[in-house]
């Protein structure tokens, strides 16, 4: 347990439907990011957010749509995704710094 | 952009050493991190170093940084089963945000 939990763990969608990605961490990480992580490919940050704010977007598809509502928590909205979407979302939080990235568990999305 | 490589997989038998390469293309890289996920969880920080050290042992992990060489490795001494497992090597050169720059992990896979 690295003290970042992510809900739920596996989701299936239809690429109609509209669901959250959630990720909650109670270490008083000041920063938390998206990656998401393909088969055979490196891991790929998807957003980063630092006291709230966003600041860094890599150039990320609008059918994926981040929420900070505060510093421990984050979500991830999806809606209208596409089979090539599927993959394990991980999110991770950290003081900054050069110090410790922690990473939750991730979600397996699987996108029919 | 940043790149970091690693091969895809890696066999090794059960007490033997595990050697793990990396390389990066950012000179201006300043932690350098190997990650270990093991299936069905998030990634782990098994350890880091600094660029400015060239080697880093904890207990059966050794890092080895060529800066030079842009070339960093993670030697596993008497590898057991439960070594078995995907690691990463991360690069960051970005201070107060954890922006990591990932490879695409190593399997590692023990032979009994």
């Known amino acids: 347990e690295t003290g970042v939990t992510q809900t739920p763990r596996h989701l299936v969608m239809g690429m109609t439907n509209k669901k959250s990605l959630k990720c909650e961490q109670h270490l008083g990480h000041n920063a938390m990011y998206w990656y998401k992580q393909s088969a055979k490919k490196p891991l790929e940050l998807m957003f980063v957010?630092?006291?709230?704010?966003?600041?860094e977007n890599n150039s990320v598809p609008s059918r994926f749509s981040p929420e900070c509502p505060n510093s421990s928590h984050l979500f991830l909205h999806l809606h209208t995704l596409q089979p090539e979407d599927s993959a394990l979302y991980l999110c991770a939080s950290s003081q900054g710094t050069g110090a410790e990235a922690f990473f939750g568990q991730g979600t397996r999305l699987t996108v029919v | 952009g940043e790149d970091v490589e690693q091969s895809l997989f890696l066999s090794v038998r059960e007490g033997d050493s595990s050697v793990i390469n990396c390389t990066y293309t950012?000179?201006?890289?300043?932690?350098l991190y190997w990650y270990k996920q093991e299936p069905g969880a998030g990634l782990q920080l098994l350890t880091y170093i600094f660029s400015n050290m060239d080697m880093k042992q904890d207990q059966r992990l050794t890092v080895l940084l060529n800066k030079k060489d842009k070339h960093l490795s993670l030697r596993i001494a008497d590898t057991q089963t439960g070594d078995s497992a995907i690691y990463f090597c991360a690069e960051t050169t970005v201070f107060g945000n954890e922006k990591l720059t990932f490879g695409t992990g190593t399997r590692l896979t023990i032979i009994p």
């Open positions: 950012d000179s201006s890289s300043t932690y």
């Open positions: 957010y630092n006291f709230k704010e966003q600041t």
